[in-house]
């Protein structure tokens, strides 16, 4: 109740760890599931007396219009960028808070707003809110666990009205499909629908990619830019000094964007973090980098898939994008570290992953042991980040969600796959896998759902990553917009029920649903005995895998 108890116990924790990839984590936590979970035990746990945050008035005595108010106050208020601003700030909050606390209740919701000042810049939200409720009066307290819950609720519900931005002329819509084999049983599903009408031939939205890897075959051939997956002629190419993979880019921009984004942190012996933040490296740790490094490319290459490459590459872009924000504007030199993807909002890429469908999967321990050296050794701490739930979440999304990026008709240069079909890696590709260079994952595109008759195709025309959405027929404002996530026409030779048995069961192997598009639906009237059979493998393994 003290100045001293809410120090003291702090002071414990982590005031002095104030360092870049800690606010990262501070960062990511506030807005994970996992830290919202939390949030909804400590309010039952803490506030049991308190009424909703939805109620007129609540038992901590303030309005709740009175605490919106406040609230967008504080968030209009700048927060400090660097470590050291960051924990002087938040020791003059607390002090304040408890000052005010003194005062009696008419200051309880100033000294909440100070005590919710320090906790925006606090690197452990949750430990802190622990502290609080033992050093904090319970009826501040209860005022600052309303603004918390308030700040996060806005933040979740409110995604959808900023993502994604308005000029992409497409936005997220929740239906209501029905249950197969269910009577009146209902399930939700997002879709992506156009904002306006669009002609057919017509560009719907241009998308970059978040992140990309190249096929494993061309990597390192100096053929193609590692970063926009443009052609390149070899003896042209940008190459840098020191990089893990070989990489080659078609321009000093990409080649600098790579390493902004990913590149310095995973494949090369550069400084993760801007020279501003950057700890000096004693030459031992260096070899040890240098040795993850070769394990982790060692790995990519014996594996030859590129989703573990896209986890890497995104969480090291998650990296870059929260430690652009701690520099000041013009010193950071990491122009285009933070990739914006919303009409405003304070949105984290991860936001972008979290809410997105993903393939169940369980990555090897290899994999996420690997992968967790590679960021230890760049930036220790940073590998707590990879638990196997999380790496397993970060690999389902990207296995689910990336697309093939291909140029004119695809190339036909690349290796039959020697796999069990069921296990070769799937990539939303309209001409299919083998016709790719390489995959990206996208925000928005990856919302777009599959139909075998799609009214949208990506196109990547200015010979980059770049994702053009042209619309493949007129389409109304409020249509959703489809794609084909394999090769929807039927080869010569192929009969209806034969192509429409491929369609399907690539479906299947890739993204593990029984397709229920228009095209599917009309051609299963005619369905012969032999298609029969393997609908019903399809409708199996759909079973196996939903069911699992
Ligand atoms: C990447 S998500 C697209 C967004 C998704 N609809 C959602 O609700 O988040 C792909 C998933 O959408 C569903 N889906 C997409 N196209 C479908 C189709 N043609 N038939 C049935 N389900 C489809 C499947 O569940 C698939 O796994």
Redesign the pocket.
């Known amino acids: 109740m003290t100045k001293t108890t809410t120090m003291l116990a702090v002071a414990g924790i982590a005031v002095g760890s104030l360092v870049a990839y800690a606010v990262y984590f501070d960062y990511k936590r506030r807005t994970d599931a996992n830290f919202r979970k939390q949030l909804r035990k400590d309010k039952k746990r803490v506030a049991k007396n308190q009424a909703s945050s939805e109620a007129s008035a609540s038992s901590s005595g303030v309005d709740v219009d009175e605490l919106k108010h406040a609230l967008e106050t504080v968030r209009q208020e700048e927060v400090p960028t660097t470590p050291e601003e960051k924990e002087k700030y938040f020791m003059a909050q607390v002090g304040m808070g408890e000052q005010l606390c003194a005062k009696g209740p008419t200051f309880n919701l100033a000294a909440a707003l100070c005590f919710y000042r320090a906790l925006r810049v606090y690197p452990s939200p949750v430990e802190l809110i622990v502290i609080y409720e033992r050093t904090v009066p319970p009826p501040v307290f209860q005022i600052v666990m309303q603004l918390t819950n308030m700040d996060v609720k806005e933040r979740v519900e409110g995604y959808y009205d900023c993502f994604p931005p308005k000029a992409m002329n497409v936005a997220v819509k929740?239906i209501e499909v029905p249950v197969k084999d269910q009577p009146e049983a209902f399930t939700?599903?997002?879709?992506?629908v156009c904002t306006k009408d669009i002609e057919a031939g017509e560009l719907i939205y241009k998308e970059e990619a978040i992140v990309t890897a190249l096929d494993s075959d061309l990597q390192g051939k100096g053929t193609h830019c590692n970063h926009c997956l443009r052609s390149l002629d070899p003896s042209n190419a940008v190459r840098p000094e020191s990089d893990r993979l070989d990489s080659a880019y078609c321009s000093t921009e990409c080649l600098d964007k790579a390493k902004t984004h990913s590149q310095s942190l995973l494949f090369s012996l550069d400084s993760p973090l801007p020279a501003l933040l950057a700890p000096a490296i004693p030459p031992a740790a260096r070899a040890a980098r240098d040795e993850a490094q070769q394990a982790f490319a060692d790995y990519l290459k014996k594996h030859g898939k590129a989703a573990p490459q896209l986890v890497a590459r995104f969480i090291a872009r998650q990296v870059s994008a929260e430690t652009a924000k701690m520099i000041p504007p013009g010193l950071s030199g990491m122009k285009g570290a933070e990739p914006v993807l919303t009409d405003g909002g304070d949105y984290t890429l991860y936001d972008h992953l979290e809410?997105?469908?993903y393939l169940d999967v369980t990555p090897s321990e290899e994999e996420t042991k690997i992968l967790r050296e590679v960021l230890q050794h760049a930036l220790p701490g940073l590998e707590q980040f990879v638990t196997e739930e999380r790496h397993a979440t970060y690999l389902g999304g990207m296995s689910?969600?990336a697309f093939g990026v291909y140029f004119g008709e695809g190339r036909d240069d690349k290796p039959e796959p020697t796999e069990r079909p069921e296990d070769v890696e799937k990539s939303r590709t309209p001409l299919g896998t083998q016709k790719q260079v390489g995959v990206g994952f996208y925000a928005v595109s990856?919302?777009?759902?599959?139909?075998?008759m799609p009214s949208a195709r990506p196109s990547f025309d200015e010979g980059t990553a770049g994702l053009h959405l042209i619309a493949n027929r007129p389409l109304k404002a409020g249509d959703e917009v489809?794609v084909a996530?394999v090769d929807v026409t039927q080869k010569e030779g192929e009969s209806v029920d034969e192509s429409r048995r491929r369609r399907r069961i690539e479906?299947v192997r890739g993204?593990?649903?029984?397709?229920?598009?228009e095209r599917?639906a009309q051609e299963s009237n005619g369905i012969d005995e032999e298609s029969a059979k393997d609908e019903s493998k399809v409708s199996d393994a759909v079973k196996r895998v939903e069911g699992a």
């Open positions: 929740t939700k599903k997002k879709i992506l809410r997105l469908r689910y969600n990856s919302y777009l759902n599959h139909s075998c489809t996530y479906l993204w593990r649903f029984a397709c229920t598009c599917c």
